[in-house]
């Protein structure tokens, strides 16, 4: 599942491809026929992200909302572009560009009453600069919920997946099992402040990197991660290995049905209190 810079990044890349241009819009693999006929020839506005979720707008009242799941793709390449593949659920060309939608999970057109009830189920997101962290700290500050499962939480806070979760909660030395309410507010605006700054330079970078400069390879002396997730992290899928800062063996457990990772010794329970 994609983390929320990726979506960000797809809206932007969107934009510098297509925003003020007339569209060819088809459906190679006729699931979403009757919207891509809807949408071709018309001139794509603008493309914006909340959390999960790509909207592009076409025209007043009209967005193509796209959620791609576990397995939905999206790629870009020139035009005129090659003949699709016929699992392309949507083909997007323009100004010399081509974007191909595969195996989303939506692919749907919305009004922009319905695009708003998807802002309004989903909480803050750290990318979205209208957004601030309060919604969600009302949410957290009341709840007994671990804070490692609020934060994977869409309605709470939209856009973080399990590797930011992970990452930023090593970053401030919290506890993942910590109930939500027993959180202090300084707390959380670090952690929320922590985020728009990774995750800003995800969406630049298009890739997680969360260690601070003392920690990089080249710093430590140490080798740089070999992941196909990339970027250097400190504890998300670094099981057993040696931590970074104090060298105990980083630990994992199931939460929220993902895979948690933390630093027993730089996390510790003793955090509640
Ligand atoms: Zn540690």
């Known amino acids: 599942m994609p983390e929320g ?3 960000h990044r797809l809206a932007l890349d969107h934009r510098e491809r297509f925003e003020g241009v007339a569209i060819r819009a088809t459906s190679p693999q006729g ?4 919207g891509a006929a809807l949408i071709d020839g018309q001139v794509m ?8 979720h790509l909207f592009l707008g076409f025209g007043p009242d009209r967005w193509v909302h796209v959620h791609l799941g576990l397995f939905g793709k999206l790629g870009f390449g020139t035009a005129p572009p090659p003949p699709p593949a016929d699992t392309v659920r949507l083909r997007l060309v323009g100004a010399g560009h081509h ?10 057109l919305l009004t922009d009453a319905e695009k708003q009830a998807i802002h309004d189920r989903l909480g803050p997101d750290p990318l979205r600069p209208q957004d601030d962290g309060e919604r969600a700290w009302r949410r957290i500050a009341r709840s007994r919920t671990t804070i490692a499962a609020l934060l994977l939480d869409q309605k709470v806070i939209a856009g973080v997946g399990n590797v930011y979760r992970a990452e930023v909660l090593f970053r401030h030395g919290i506890d993942p099992y910590l109930p939500g309410r027993a959180l202090g507010r300084d707390q ?3 952690v929320w402040a922590d985020l728009v700054a990774l995750m800003r330079e995800g969406v630049r970078n298009n890739r ?9 390879p080249e710093a430590m002396g140490r080798p740089p991660r070999v992941d196909d997730h990339g970027g250097e992290v400190y504890v998300y899928r670094r099981t057993g290995a040696p ?3 104090c060298g105990s063996e980083i630990r994992t457990a199931d939460l929220a049905a993902r ?11 003793a955090a509640r209190l």
């Not at 506005?45 to 999960?52: I, L, N, P, Y």
């Not at 895979?259 to 329970?269: E, I, K, S, T």
Request: aromatic share 8%.
């Open 31 to 34: 699931r979403f026929a009757a």
């Open 188 to 190: 959380w605006d670090a």
């Open 243 to 245: 931590c970074h800062l």
């Open 45 to 52: 506005d603008t493309a914006e992200a909340h959390g999960k």
């Open 259 to 269: 895979n948690l990772f933390w630093c027993p010794r730089c996390q510790p329970p």
């Open 208 to 216: 997680i990197d969360t260690v601070r400069p003392e920690h990089t």
């Open 5 to 7: 810079h990726t979506i």
């Open 99 to 108: 974007a191909d939608l595969r195996g989303p999970t939506a692919c749907a």
